[in-house]
């Protein structure tokens, strides 16, 4: 009898002279709120910055995750790096950014918005499963615990360090 294998979904680095960019939403139905999640890393792995926001709830989960994509968009601007892959484990999103044409979904204007409003030398696109997102989407939850917005440059919360390590591989 066949047992199923689970494949382990790692973090892969990013070519030379870019950085990586993980992002996710979670929501707190509970509390009418959403969470934010995004980790900006370097070739080696190492952590550049992160950042927990919480939001108001939108009315879907696509639209959290848009706007999770947006805003690790303009966090990476903030920061002043150019060249980035953003990866996040919504592969509508995922699809929707990578898209030449503005996407007519409801969330579509926010993505719209956020490919014109940035200057960069490069950029790429790219979906991965829940398993290899494990950071940024902790650091969503975690979002539940912030007022408002909290950074770390070159950390994460230190309950959060298993989690990088695992995820990192």
């Known amino acids: 009898m066949d047992t199923p294998t689970s494949t382990r979904v790692a973090w892969h680095p990013p070519p030379d002279g870019c950085v990586k960019i993980n992002f996710d939403g979670a929501t707190f139905k509970d509390i009418n709120k959403a969470g934010l999640g995004i980790v900006i890393r370097d070739g080696s792995g190492q952590v550049l910055a992160s950042l927990s926001e919480q939001i108001q709830l939108p009315y879907s989960s696509d639209l959290v995750e848009a706007m999770a994509a947006a805003r690790a968009i303009y966090f990476a601007t903030e920061l ?3 060249s980035y892959i953003l990866e996040g484990d919504s592969e509508l999103i995922i699809k929707a950014l990578k898209n030449e044409e503005d996407s007519l979904a409801p969330f579509g204007h926010i993505l719209a918005a956020t490919k014109t409003s940035t200057d960069v030398s490069c950029i790429s696109f790219s979906h991965i499963r829940r398993l290899g997102n494990s950071i940024a989407h902790n650091l ?3 979002a539940r615990h912030v007022a ?3 950074v770390w440059m070159e950390d ?6 298993s989690v990088l390590l695992s995820d990192h591989g």
């Not at 994460?156 to 360090?161: A, I, K």
């Open 80 to 82: 002043g790096f150019s």
């Open 148 to 150: 408002d917005l909290k």
């Open 156 to 161: 994460v919360p230190p309950h959060l360090y």
């Open 140 to 142: 969503a939850k975690h």
